[in-house]
Each structure stands twice: as structure tokens, then as C-alpha cells.
């Protein structure tokens, strides 16, 4: 039995959304600090995926007769106090920086939507009650309430994950909070009340989704202050335990060496640096496109 060909409209429709990613795509890349952002995260993409073949010498294995050798043809980047390869730990270390990166972000972005426009919807002692609680870990500097939790849940880059996340919800739920109450009094979301359909409805069909623009933009911003904290649990001893090659634990353990061997700082801070500086790019190229003023 032949199967049904697709409708016209289907077929309409979806060259029409890839017509609009393709244009949205081309304006994002035609600010080259944009592009460079951008290029630079598919790089950190690549190198994670391709990280066994790229690294020139296992992340954990050591040559005690080669410590501490300053960059040269053998060891790109140096190698630290246990003869371990700098750019091969470096390199596996992009692993855990988009593992935490993404991880956050997956559980950050629907708390914190779903938070912040049931509290604009409903208003009144919901609003009240969800808007105090957000406003207690507002009041906390980020790295202070993760460093808190880490030190409740115990060091471990998997409670480092749960730290960074139960922290930065709170500026996502903010910013839904007043989409919503700028949404919620709009004639088309009136009108689907007149016709029977139940807040569930309302928020899932019409407003969370005009939402998602602006918080896809935050959340983009975010983690470049995401790897920073992380980082710093991890230079703190609270994140990523040794040996893994975490970035932020791989500038602690070089600190003691900087003065003489100053690549054991230098390569994990520049990557910090530039997958950060990337990532707050892309996310002032994001609010430039998808911003409707911008039209």
C-alpha cells in the first residue's frame, strides 16, 4: 500500500521555517564578532568530539622524567609536575566543560521557564510565593550559594553541576516573569480564554513559546558565567576531582609552578578566556537577531 503523499501545507510550511533559520543564520554570521564567537564554539565542539584523536598523548598518563618541560615539538603546550600532557589534558578537558555547560543548561532553561510564567500568569500569592523564594537566592552571589551547596552535597563534579544549576535559575525565572505579564493582557491570549481553553493551554501554546526567544538568548549569555564558576569550583577543589583534566582544577594545580612554569596557567586560563569571551558573543548576536526592535 502506497503511503499518503504530504500535504501542500506541510511541505509549505516547513520551507518556510527553513527559510527563516537560513536568513536568521545569515544575519547572525554578518557581525564578525558574532562569527568569531561562533566559530570558536564549533571549534570547542569539534575538539571535544574528536578529543582521542586529537590529543598526542593520554590525559592521564605521566613521565616523571619529563616534568614540568616548557612547550616545545614533543609537548605542544608542556607538560605539568607529573610529565602529564598539557594540550592532551586540555583537550579532554573540553569534554567536561560542554558536559557542564549543557547539563546546566538543560536543567536551568525549563525551571526557570516554567517558574517565570506561571508566576506572571497567575499573579496574585503564586506570584508572591515564587517571586520571594527567587528573590532569597538572588540575594546570594552565584559562586557563594554554589560553593555553599557543593560544600552540603560534597566536592564532585556532579554535585558541582546540581550547585551551578539550583543558582541560576533564578535570572531566567526574572526574565519569563515579565514576558508573561507583558503577554498575559494581550487581546489573543483574551480571546482563547473566551473560547474555553485552560491556563494549561494558554501557557503552553501561546505564551511559553513567545518566551523562548529571549530566554534561549539569557541562557546562551549564561554560560559563559556557567564555565567561570565551574572553574572556580574546580580551582577550589570543589568541582571536578583529580585527575580529571577540568580546566579550573588544572590552573590550581599548576599555581604552585606559575612563576617558573607558566604554561601550566596560561593554556587552561586563555581557553576559560576565549570559550567564554564566545559564548557571551553569540548571545549579544542572538538578542541582535531575534530582538523584534531590531527588524
Known amino acids: 500500500m502506497n503511503s499518503a ?22 544575519r547572525l554570521l554578518r557581525n564578525p564578532l558574532t562569527a568569531a564567537g561562533v566559530a570558536v564554539i564549533v571549534l570547542l565542539i569539534g575538539v571535544a568530539a574528536f578529543a582521542p584523536w586529537l590529543a598526542t598523548h593520554g590525559p592521564y598518563a ?9 612547550p616545545g615539538a614533543g609537548h605542544w603546550f608542556g607538560t605539568d609536575e607529573y610529565g602529564r600532557d598539557v594540550y592532551s589534558r586540555l583537550v579532554h ?20 521557564l516554567v517558574v517565570g510564567v506561571v508566576s506572571g500568569y497567575f499573579g496574585g500569592w503564586v506570584d508572591t510565593v515564587m517571586m520571594r523564594i527567587t528573590d532569597i537566592f538572588l540575594s546570594f552571589p ?4 554554589a560553593l555553599a551547596f557543593v ?30 505579564l507583558s503577554l498575559r493582557n494581550a487581546d489573543f491570549i483574551t480571546a482563547a480564554q473566551l473560547q474555553g481553553a485552560s491556563s494549561l493551554r494558554i501557557l503552553a501554546r501561546y505564551i511559553a513559546p513567545l518566551c523562548l526567544s529571549s530566554v534561549v538568548v539569557r541562557l ?55 570559550v ?13 537577531v531575534l530582538d523584534p526592535r531590531s527588524e
Open 276 to 288: 567564554s569571551l564566545a559564548f557571551n558573543l553569540l548571545g549579544d548576536g542572538l538578542y541582535d
Open 93 to 112: 578537558g573540553s569534554r567536561i566543560t560542554l558536559y557542564v555547560v549543557a547539563l546546566v543548561t538543560v536543567i536551568v532553561g525549563p525551571i526557570g
Open 151 to 180: 560544600a552540603a552535597l560534597g566536592p564532585g563534579l556532579d554535585h558541582a553541576v546540581i550547585a551551578i544549576a539550583l543558582t541560576g535559575w533564578p535570572p531566567i525565572a526574572r526574565l519569563a516573569r515579565a514576558e508573561t
Open 5 to 26: 503523499p504530504s500535504s501542500p501545507q506541510t511541505g509549505t510550511a516547513g520551507q518556510a521555517m527553513r527559510r527563516e533559520a537560513a536568513r536568521l543564520l545569515r
Open 62 to 70: 605521566q613521565d616523571l622524567s619529563q616534568a614540568l618541560k616548557p
Open 142 to 145: 552565584s559562586l557563594v550559594l
Open 220 to 274: 546562551t549569555m549564561n554560560m559563559a558565567s556557567i564555565i567561570l564558576t565551574a572553574a572556580g569550583l574546580g580551582f577550589l577543589g570543589l568541582g571536578a576531582q583529580a585527575p580529571l583534566p577540568e580546566w579550573g582544577a588544572m590552573i590550581s594545580e599548576g599555581r604552585r609552578y606559575m612563576l617558573d612554569s607558566w604554561w601550566l596557567v596560561a593554556a587552561p586560563g586563555a581557553a576559560i578566556l576565549m
